[in-house]
């Protein structure tokens, strides 16, 4: 399941000053984000909302109360015109994406009920404004409850239906 939402805040992200080919963008701090989570599973979803041609790199850094990391989560956005440039075996080429990537969700585990940050990242790589937006949702049951349920309904279904079969008068 999805869970239920615990805080959802959007960040401005501002435009790049040197968005040539050659400029090394380092990530900058743009906010934070504090909450009070419950142990158990957690789900972060970070997602850009972006002009057309943009790329942009966010990451967040999940800190407990003594201000360690405990999880992190980065995406590389882009627009259904972005274009990643790369570097292979020491040759510089391009390649053009197709594509829209706008959201990135990670489940996290919780190990203890307490105050969490959230701080938020970005590498600005397009002349336009855009936005950054972490969602936080707790109570969210991941795909090993439903396994582990799946399993224990079908044991449970093979067993009544043994008791059944063998439960039968005529074979004794």
Same mark, same amino acid.
């Given at each position: ?23 090394v *963008?380092?990530?900058l701090? *743009?906010?934070s984000?504090? @909450? ?6 957690i789900k ?5 909302? @972006?002009?057309?041609?943009?790329? #942009?790199?966010?990451?967040i850094? +999940?800190?407990?109360?003594?201000? #360690? ?9 882009y ?8 570097q ?6 391009? /390649?053009?994406?197709? /594509? ?6 990670e489940?996290?585990? +919780? /190990? ?5 940050? *959230? ?25 090993t ?10 044991i449970?279904?093979?067993?009544? *239906? @043994? ?10």
């Open positions: 399941g999805n869970g239920r939402l615990v805080k959802s805040q959007t960040y401005a992200v501002p435009a790049a000053k040197d968005t040539s080919k050659t400029a *963008i380092e990530p701090p *743009i906010g984000m504090a @909450l009070e989570l419950q142990k158990g599973p972060i979803k970070l997602s850009s909302r @972006l002009p057309t041609n943009t790329a #942009l790199w966010a990451g850094e +999940v800190r407990d109360a003594q201000d #360690l990391t405990i999880n992190t989560l980065d995406e590389q956005f627009d259904d015109e972005g274009v990643e440039y790369w292979e075996e020491g040759e510089s080429g391009t /390649e053009a994406y197709h /594509e829209q990537t706008v959201a990135k969700e489940l996290f585990a +919780v /190990e203890q009920d307490g105050n969490y940050a *959230i701080e938020v990242f970005v590498a600005p790589q397009s002349p336009k404004n855009t936005e950054v937006t972490v969602a936080v949702y707790e109570r969210v049951m991941n795909g409850y439903f396994v582990v349920m799946a399993v224990v309904g079908l449970a279904t093979i067993m009544l *239906i @043994l008791i059944g079969y063998y439960a039968v008068p005529w074979r004794k």
